[in-house]
Structure formats: structure tokens, C-alpha cells
């Protein structure tokens, strides 16, 4: 046998492991299939983030100062709900801080409540994000902040 002629068979010889070893591989895989593997990924709507919130947010665009220890911060409310609304600022505060807040409504009417952060967008890279901001939750609301929601939740645009 000529050096041409070993080098062939040691590379048929090769090709031929590979695909032996692939088969078992893949018959292993086959064998040893979790519930996990048997069913189609599961893809969420749009709207899943919704459907977890207990009040529906409406759209806004409402000036608002946060008061913190620091002094005070101006911001803009861009969606409100009963619940919590989410507030565009170029400096998130941290999760779990508690502040207050006081909200200009059409007509310059001052709203006020105490608000936590419950999330923020702080470490999202500037090009993934199209409002920087956070998520907060209402733990302290007026009559007329509770009066003033129901309002544009019902269409009639406070």
C-alpha cells in the first residue's frame, strides 16, 4: 500500500467515527427527551405585560416633581393606571426607594401621592431604550388623584 492510499483509508476511517458518533449522540438525545423538549416554545403576545396588571394604563404626558432626600427632580408621567404609572427621567431612581410626588393635570392642577420604584430601565444600553425611566407602584393617592385616573380610564380625559 502506497502513502496515498493510507492516508484515504485512515480518513474514511475517520469520517466513518464521526458518524458513528453523531448516530449515538443523536439516538441518545432521542432516548433521553425531557416533557421540556416535546413542546413547541411558547411565544407571548405583545399584550402579556398587560394582562398582568391589575388596572389598565392610559397614556399621558403630565409634568411631575419627585421629591427625594437629595432635593427635587423633574420628570414626566407618560402612563398612569390606579395602580402605578411609569415616569420618564434621564436618572432613574433605585428599586425599592419610596418617594413622593406631586403630578401637573390638564388645567395645572397639582396631584399628589407617595410612589415606590418598582423597576427601571437604568442599565439598558441607551440604544435599546426608547424612554428612560422606571416603574412605580402608588402606595399613597388623594381623593382627586383616585377621581382624576377613573376619568381618563373612562374616555372623559381629565
Given at each position: 500500500?502506497?502513502?496515498?492510499a493510507?492516508?484515504?483509508f485512515?480518513?474514511?476511517?475517520?469520517?466513518?467515527?464521526?458518524v458513528?458518533?453523531?448516530?449515538?449522540?443523536?439516538?441518545?438525545?432521542i432516548?433521553n427527551r425531557?416533557?421540556?423538549?416535546?413542546h413547541?416554545?411558547?411565544k407571548l403576545?405583545?399584550?402579556?405585560?398587560?394582562?398582568r396588571r391589575?388596572?389598565?394604563?392610559?397614556?399621558?404626558n403630565?409634568?411631575?416633581s419627585?421629591?427625594i432626600?437629595?432635593?427635587?427632580?423633574?420628570?414626566e408621567v407618560?402612563?398612569?393606571?390606579?395602580?402605578?404609572a411609569?415616569?420618564c427621567?434621564?436618572?432613574p431612581?433605585?428599586?425599592?426607594?419610596v418617594?413622593h410626588?406631586?403630578?401637573?393635570a390638564?388645567?395645572d392642577?397639582p396631584?399628589?401621592?407617595?410612589?415606590q420604584?418598582?423597576?427601571?430601565?437604568?442599565?439598558?444600553p441607551e440604544?435599546?431604550?426608547v424612554?428612560?425611566?422606571?416603574?412605580v407602584?402608588f402606595?399613597k393617592m388623594?381623593?382627586r388623584?383616585?377621581?382624576?385616573?377613573k376619568?381618563?380610564?373612562?374616555?372623559s380625559?381629565?
Amino acid at each position: 500500500m502506497g502513502m496515498n492510499a493510507i492516508l484515504a483509508f485512515g480518513g474514511i476511517i475517520c469520517f466513518l467515527g464521526f458518524v458513528v458518533i453523531f448516530l449515538v449522540y443523536y439516538f441518545w438525545k432521542i432516548h433521553n427527551r425531557t416533557d421540556l423538549d416535546l413542546h413547541a416554545p411558547v411565544k407571548l403576545s405583545p399584550e402579556a405585560g398587560e394582562q398582568r396588571r391589575q388596572h389598565p394604563r392610559m397614556d399621558i404626558n403630565w409634568p411631575v416633581s419627585m421629591e427625594i432626600p437629595d432635593g427635587t427632580i423633574d420628570a414626566e408621567v407618560k402612563n398612569i393606571s390606579l395602580g402605578g404609572a411609569f415616569i420618564c427621567c434621564k436618572r432613574p431612581l433605585p428599586i425599592g426607594e419610596v418617594f413622593h410626588l406631586t403630578m401637573m393635570a390638564p388645567g395645572d392642577e397639582p396631584v399628589k401621592a407617595t410612589a415606590q420604584v418598582v423597576w427601571s430601565n437604568v442599565n439598558v444600553p441607551e440604544d435599546k431604550v426608547v424612554n428612560r425611566g422606571m416603574g412605580v407602584r402608588f402606595i399613597k393617592m388623594s381623593d382627586r388623584h383616585i377621581q382624576l385616573v377613573k376619568q381618563i380610564s373612562q374616555g372623559s380625559g381629565a
